[in-house]
Nanobody
């Protein structure tokens, strides 16, 4: 059983910062790419940022220069540092990881339960 557990969401004023964390646990052989997605009310889930096992990163245009994704492979954890937050960043943020479980051939997609980020104006 593999689980992703997120933490770090909350309420912040515009211009403020938050740091999200997502830890993967369970019977894991290898973690490949990890990333963050978000879903605002009435909108589709969208990509925020991804990071490969080789530490290559990719960002949505809307967050470039404000958000930074990183990972600690020893802790099976991915982070999202969010600075200069805007009200339009308000959403539920979901962690995603592409994982090869123990005893499995191939890659499976896993999602966290989501954490609410609310930015007030």
């Amino acid at each position: 059983q593999v689980q992703l557990v997120e933490s770090g969401g909350g309420l912040v004023q515009a211009g403020g910062s938050l740091r999200l964390s997502c830890a993967a646990s369970g019977s894991i052989f290898r973690i490949n790419a990890m990333g963050w997605y978000r879903q605002a009310p009435g909108k589709q889930r969208e990509l925020v940022a991804t990071i490969t096992s080789g530490i290559n990163t990719n960002y949505a245009d809307s967050v470039k220069g404000r958000f930074t994704i990183s990972r600690d492979n020893a802790k099976n954890t991915v982070y999202l540092q969010m600075n200069s937050l805007k009200p339009e960043d308000t959403a539920v943020y979901y962690c995603n990881a592409q994982i090869t479980p123990m005893g499995f051939v191939g890659i499976r997609d896993y999602w966290g339960q989501g954490t609410q980020v609310t930015v007030s104006s």
